[in-house]
């Protein structure tokens, strides 16, 4: 019979054979494709935790350039990275889950103006008054 100690010098091994894998990484598709459709096919993004996730588009019902944006919450800035060509440009956005609001902000650094918007989604900004105005957006849960 195995010792005490000799279990205990095992037991990290064994704890780490069992762990969870680690979540897939955050995965981002762009669809420029006008056909609703085709695009809502071909935007899809996975974060971590399989939720809070929010399509943007460049033009109404989901035309033009896409995005398929889910992260953890906090504010995003349309002048980072992967946001920029949206910055001022976006014209039609669906959030992907219910239960999670999406604020959308005139401004960078989530100021100004804002609309919320729940699933599922605003088909045209322009409608609401917010089209091509947006420049920053967070979530968070109803």
């Known amino acids: 019979m195995p010792s005490l100690k000799s279990l205990l010098a095992i037991l990290p091994l064994a704890l780490s054979a069992m762990a969870a894998p680690s979540p897939a990484p955050f995965e981002m598709a762009y669809a420029n494709d006008t056909d ?5 096919r071909r935007a899809v993004a ?12 460049n033009d109404a019902r989901r035309g033009g350039q896409c ?18 060509p949206y910055n001022d440009a976006v014209s039609s ?9 999406w604020v959308l902000y005139q ?6 103006a804002t609309l919320q918007v729940t699933s599922p989604g605003i088909d045209n900004l322009a409608d609401v008054g917010f089209n091509d105005r947006v ?8």
């Open 46 to 57: 996975i974060d971590e935790n399989g939720r809070n996730r929010i399509i943007i588009c």
């Open 107 to 112: 401004d960078y650094d989530c100021k100004g």
């Open 93 to 101: 956005v669906y959030p992907q889950e219910a239960g999670v609001v």
């Open 135 to 142: 420049s920053s957006f967070s979530w968070f849960l109803r």
């Open 36 to 40: 609703v459709e085709a695009a809502s």
């Open 67 to 84: 995005l398929n944006w889910g992260q953890k919450g906090h504010c995003w800035d349309f002048r980072d990275s992967n946001l920029a």
